[in-house]
């Protein structure tokens, strides 16, 4: 079984300040109206069919709706490109980098990551007694691009407003090649941030079920404002957790640390949230990841959260949100309500469901990860790596575990892992001719199984 090894931590943590340093802006965004139209025009047959109906007819007829003359309108309203510009165009690259083939290995191997976990939390199989989602059905397009946003994510909720019926996720294009934790981070923006908005009524009932949770637990209204008024953040690392196992919460707190380093020189989790920020404290989120973690369904979950609040540990100094200072052991034990709530809590968007039902980290998670943690130390052919039962969130979190413990280096993990996750999104249906929304959904029923586990 696997268990937390974290003793090449710190070069996984450099790996990530290398690329956070990384000058690569990736492609240039468009800046004129009839080229871009001819390009995307061109580039409608390089989507499956899903994709054709769901973005690339819509969003053509809104730059048709938009003219040119909307178009520079739009750009010289949004200048930095932080809201209608920036969706507009970051709609724009992802269909335009997955016909032109920008970094095609890597960005392949990006959407199979998000596509999975999109999968795992909609797919018949997974859902089963809930009813389909009430917005988007097929999983994000994926993107590189702006470099000081880092990891980021368009809901359907904002995509909408030029048709589409999905979302938009995107990575700094250093992370084509270096930074592996960064992919770790996907869980959050996918199996998080996306998945909050597609079900109505979802992130408001899980504001108040935290809320809720430490008004009465802790008697403390400012930590119960404080962590449900963050709530998208929250509840997406939570999520996040739920779809990729540990591996989310040890490489969260290694990607915070490298990123901390690149931009301010000190590899250590922040320990104050200022009051402005949508997302909790650093050291929080540490905490948050190990007592989720604490929740999974595996053998050795007692043993990795153990391990992942001693490494939060190592940065705690004092913690400050807003003006006010905190107790650590408060902190913690509102970080074990908060887990607790949001993953374990019955919600009526869910007919009456939990998050931890639809998803979970179960022993057969593990005995996977294990598996693929060796053929990447092991072999080189990626036919050799495929393991029954493997999906997109396995192979990173083998890549993420096997590289922080120090079986293989972290250019040799990272290389092994997008190579097999191109390997995999080659043979998704979901990108074949076919209209499956849900390669999940692609699952026999049986009368009997061999393994309970």
Not at 1 to 11: E, G, S, V
Not at 69 to 75: C, D, H, P, V
Request: net charge negative; hydrophobic share 40%.
């Amino acid at each position: 079984m696997n268990h937390p090894d974290f003793r090449h931590l710190q070069q996984s943590m450099e790996d990530v300040t290398t690329a956070a340093l990384d000058k690569n802006m990736g492609p240039l965004d468009p800046t004129e109206y009839h080229s871009l139209f001819e390009r995307l025009h061109d580039a409608a047959t390089s989507l499956p069919p899903l994709y054709r109906e769901q973005v690339f007819h819509p969003f053509m007829q809104a730059m048709d709706k938009l003219t040119e003359a909307g178009f520079l309108n739009m750009m010289r309203r949004d200048p930095n490109k932080e809201r209608e510009a920036g969706l507009f165009c970051d709609i724009a690259q992802a269909i335009l980098q997955n016909k032109e083939g920008y970094e095609q290995e890597a960005t392949d191997a990006f959407q199979e990551v998000v596509s999975d976990l999109y999968d795992g939390f909609l797919s018949e199989e997974d859902r089963k007694g809930i009813k389909p989602p009430d917005q988007s059905m097929i999983a994000p397009l994926v993107k590189w691009g702006r470099p000081h946003y880092g990891p980021y994510t368009w809901t359907v909720e904002a995509a909408s407003h030029f048709g589409l019926k999905t979302g938009i996720v995107n990575l700094p294009p250093a992370n084509a090649r270096h930074g592996l934790l960064a992919w770790s981070a996907l869980g959050h923006e996918t199996a998080g941030h996306d998945i909050l908005h597609v079900d109505t009524g979802l992130l408001g009932e899980l504001q108040k079920a935290v809320y809720d949770a430490l008004w009465s637990e802790l008697d403390n209204r400012a930590l119960a404002d404080y962590w449900s008024l963050r709530i998208d953040e929250t509840a997406s690392d939570v999520l996040g957790i739920l779809n990729t196992g540990p591996a989310a919460g040890i490489g969260l707190i290694g990607y915070f640390r490298g990123l901390n380093q690149a931009y301010t020189g000190k590899p250590l989790l922040r320990n104050t949230g200022p009051q402005n920020d949508s997302h909790p404290a650093d050291i929080l989120r540490g905490y948050l990841a190990a007592e989720t973690v604490r929740l999974l369904h595996f053998d050795n979950a007692a043993d990795w959260a153990n391990a992942l609040q001693e490494e939060t540990d190592k940065d705690l100094t004092s913690i400050t949100l807003g003006r006010t200072s905190y107790d650590a052991e408060l902190i913690k034990q509102s970080a074990t309500v908060v887990a607790r709530a949001i993953t374990q809590t019955r919600l009526l968007s869910l007919e009456g469901h939990t998050l931890g039902d639809i998803q979970n980290w179960h022993n057969h998670d593990e005995r996977i990860v294990q598996e693929v943690r060796a053929h990447l130390l092991n072999s080189t052919k990626v036919q050799d790596c495929v393991v029954s039962g493997m999906y997109a969130a396995h192979v990173v979190a083998a890549a993420v575990t096997g590289a922080i413990a120090g079986e293989v280096s972290v250019a040799t993990a990272f290389s092994g892992m997008t190579r097999l996750l191109k390997s995999m999104h080659d043979a998704n249906p979901s990108w074949g001719p076919l209209y499956v929304r849900h390669p999940g959904d692609l699952t026999p029923h049986r009368i009997y199984s061999r393994s309970a586990s």
